[in-house]
Structure formats: structure tokens, C-alpha cells
């Protein structure tokens, strides 16, 4: 009985030293950097998402990323690395995640990573090793910016503006301040890639800027911007006024189409004033239009015997009929040298005060304009500047424009 325990127990010991001596598995550990862009190729200034996951099979006691260094790009880190436990192929496998937002700087193939995640592992028994694990490397085509006008480029998904005075402007009290505050959230950018205020200047008003207030938040999904301008403004005239609409263009990186957000245009005036502001306009207007034509009229009263005079009013809608808009004028100059940006950019203005959709109206123009090669259709040629040129002279006219 004794030589048999004997025996299980030297069994036992030669178990546990083979075991012992037996070289453990070596640990799975894989870090991978995965690329997020809105266009197989995207332009110059768009935000690229890049996310690094790291699978570890092994108890890790310190850790760090190397120094993150990308040649070509801007870029931020979106939160904090994100930890958590799970099981594959029935093993416990910790995991992190980080997420980057690029800005590449640059046209042509930029490379990105790779990655180094630096780890220090204990075995179980008390020991410890440090590893370095390295991601995959990749490469991005970036395509460079489209020219625009001014050369104001900023890509977006998407931006909003809430565009709001504190009281009514059309019926101000004798010596009100009226106070605009405009905001523009951009998602997708950083707070530095959003416009300057623009310059609001007129004969007739006294205006105020304060110092703007730019902000950036960061998200998984990327960062969302914001830039509130305020303006304290007020007649310097008793006759009315009105502000002209601002337009800020912007590319939607989503749909791949140029867009706008407007300021809107503003009618100022005192209460006391009754007078509608197309009344004043017609008013100043006739104080040189009437006795010019009584002048003419004086010489050839004669030849006009029997006829019916036309009245001030009537002389005066029948020149109106007859000038075309500035923006007319121009849209028809920028036709004629096969300008399609310069036209583009008028034509969304005019659409915007008449209450049109640029988007709608000119998507045909903006997908040729802006739209990657690779994402047109084969059957989408150039676009006939002259047909859509007429079409829209008819959605003008429609509107009651005054001409196109």
C-alpha cells in the first residue's frame, strides 16, 4: 500500500515538472488601423477617420501608443482610448480602441501609419516582458481642392446656421439697438476652418462686432465646430433700409455637392416711418425721373395731339421692366466666357433670395463641378450652360424676377 502511494505521488511530481517545463503559447496580440472616408478619394481638407484595434491574449500591465507622427495631415485624437473584455475562439482577449480624425494637407498618395502600441505583459507568474505591437500600414489618394471662388474651400458633412435678431427690425423704436446673433455649426471640421465673420457695411447703418466665440467638440464621429458672431446695429438714417443676403458656400462631403448657408437678407426701419420701403425707392427715383420727362415732354407735345400722356408711375414700371438685375448682367457675362463656377455662384445667390433651392436647380451643374470622375455616371456629360441658362430665366420669371 505504502509503494503504491509512493508510486501516484512521484507520478504526480513528474506531471507538474513537465508541465512546468513545458514552453507556454505564445500570446496573440494584433493591432489593425482601419481607414473611414466619405469618397474613395477624398479632397484636400475633408476629414479622414482612422481606427486603431488592438486584440490582446495576455494579461497587460502597462501600455502605451508611440508617438503618433503623420507626415501630410492634420490631426486630432477623438476621446479617450475605449477598453473592453471579450472572448473569441473561447479565449478572453482584452481590447482598445482609438479613434483619429485627419486632415490631410496635401494632393497625391499619402501614407498613414503604421501604428505602435507599446505593451508590458505579465505571464502569470510574476514575469514580466515588455512587446511592441505594429499595425498594418496604409495608403490614401487625396485629390487637391476644386478652385472656388475667393478660394474659400471648406468640406463638411453637414452645417447649419441659426441666423436671429432680438426684436423686429422693420418697425424699430426712434433710437432702438438691435442685436443679430448668427451661429454656424459645422460637423465634420475644426473650429478653425470656419469662415470670418463678414463685413457688415452700409451707408445707412451703424454697426458693432463683438469678438467672435469659436469652439470645437469632440465626438467619436468626429469633430463638430461652432462660431458665433453677434453685431449691435442701428439706422444712422430716418429712411428705411435693407441688408443684403450673405452667402457662405461650403461642400457637403455626404452627397459630394457644393452647397450654401445664408445669412438672410433684412429690411431696417423706424416705427414712425409709414411709408412701405418700395414706396420710398419709387419716391427717390421720381424726384429726377419726373422732371426729366417733363422737359422731354415739352418739345414734342405737339407730335403727341390726341394721346394719352402715361402718368409718372406708369413711366417709371416700364423702365423697371426694362433694366435687367446686376446679377443678371453678370450671370449672362459669366455665361458668355464659359465661366460654370463663377455662373454657378451668382446663379445660387439670386435662387436663395427668390425663395429657390440651389441644391434642386443646379444639382446637375454641381455634380459635374465637384463630383469625383469615378462616382459620375458614364451617360453624364459636360452641362449645357445655354440650356440650363434658359431654364433658369424661366424659373426667374415664374418667380417674378425682373429679368434674367
Given at each position: ?74 490631426w486630432l485624437q477623438l476621446g479617450r482610448d475605449t477598453w473592453s473584455k471579450g472572448r473569441k475562439n473561447g479565449r478572453e482577449y482584452t481590447s482598445v480602441e482609438r479613434r483619429l480624425a485627419l486632415y490631410p494637407e496635401k494632393a497625391g498618395t499619402l501614407a498613414i501609419g503604421p501604428f505602435r502600441h507599446h505593451l508590458t505583459i505579465d505571464d502569470g507568474k510574476g514575469r514580466r516582458s515588455e512587446t511592441v505591437v505594429v499595425s498594418n500600414a496604409a495608403s490614401l489618394t487625396v485629390r487637391p481642392k476644386p478652385a472656388t471662388i475667393a478660394d474659400w474651400w471648406l468640406p463638411a458633412r453637414n452645417i447649419t446656421i441659426d441666423d436671429r435678431f432680438d426684436m423686429d427690425t422693420a418697425r424699430l423704436a426712434d433710437g ?229
Amino acid at each position: 500500500m505504502v509503494g503504491r502511494l509512493t508510486v501516484t505521488l512521484l507520478w504526480l511530481v513528474f506531471i507538474a515538472v513537465a508541465a512546468a517545463s513545458k514552453p507556454a503559447a505564445a500570446a496573440d496580440l494584433t493591432l489593425t488601423a482601419t481607414i473611414e472616408a466619405d469618397a474613395p478619394e477624398p479632397y484636400v481638407g475633408e476629414m479622414v477617420l482612422v481606427t486603431l484595434k488592438g486584440d490582446y491574449d495576455a494579461f497587460i500591465t502597462l501600455e502605451r501608443f508611440e508617438g503618433i507622427q503623420l507626415a501630410n495631415f492634420t490631426w486630432l485624437q477623438l476621446g479617450r482610448d475605449t477598453w473592453s473584455k471579450g472572448r473569441k475562439n473561447g479565449r478572453e482577449y482584452t481590447s482598445v480602441e482609438r479613434r483619429l480624425a485627419l486632415y490631410p494637407e496635401k494632393a497625391g498618395t499619402l501614407a498613414i501609419g503604421p501604428f505602435r502600441h507599446h505593451l508590458t505583459i505579465d505571464d502569470g507568474k510574476g514575469r514580466r516582458s515588455e512587446t511592441v505591437v505594429v499595425s498594418n500600414a496604409a495608403s490614401l489618394t487625396v485629390r487637391p481642392k476644386p478652385a472656388t471662388i475667393a478660394d474659400w474651400w471648406l468640406p463638411a458633412r453637414n452645417i447649419t446656421i441659426d441666423d436671429r435678431f432680438d426684436m423686429d427690425t422693420a418697425r424699430l423704436a426712434d433710437g432702438a439697438t438691435a442685436t443679430r446673433t448668427v451661429t454656424i455649426t459645422a460637423t465634420g471640421q475644426t473650429a478653425g476652418a470656419l469662415p470670418p465673420p463678414p463685413k457688415v457695411v452700409a451707408p445707412w447703418l451703424i454697426a458693432f462686432i463683438a469678438p467672435e466665440v469659436r469652439s470645437t467638440q469632440i465626438t467619436r464621429d468626429g469633430p463638430v465646430a461652432t462660431v458665433r458672431w453677434q453685431w449691435r446695429m442701428r439706422p444712422s438714417k430716418a429712411e428705411p433700409g435693407r441688408l443684403p443676403a450673405y452667402d457662405i458656400p461650403w461642400f457637403d462631403t455626404k452627397s459630394r455637392q457644393m452647397r450654401n448657408v445664408v445669412m438672410k437678407s433684412r429690411r431696417f426701419a423706424y416705427a414712425t416711418i409709414t411709408a412701405p420701403e418700395g414706396e420710398v425707392a419709387r419716391t427717390g427715383l421720381a424726384a429726377w425721373l419726373v422732371p426729366l420727362g417733363l422737359g422731354l415732354a415739352l418739345p414734342v407735345a405737339a407730335g403727341l395731339a390726341g394721346r394719352r400722356p402715361l402718368r409718372p408711375r406708369e413711366i417709371l414700371a416700364r423702365l423697371r421692366a426694362r433694366l435687367p438685375e446686376r446679377d443678371a448682367l453678370s450671370m449672362r457675362a459669366a455665361l458668355l466666357r464659359g465661366d460654370a463656377r463663377a455662373y454657378r455662384t451668382i446663379a445660387a445667390r439670386r435662387l436663395s433670395r427668390r425663395g429657390l433651392s440651389p441644391e434642386s436647380e443646379l444639382a446637375a451643374l454641381d455634380a459635374a463641378l465637384f463630383r469625383p470622375a469615378a462616382d459620375t455616371p458614364e451617360d453624364c456629360g459636360p452641362v449645357d450652360l445655354k440650356s440650363l441658362h434658359r431654364r433658369l430665366r424661366r424659373r426667374f420669371a415664374e418667380a417674378g424676377a425682373a429679368g434674367a
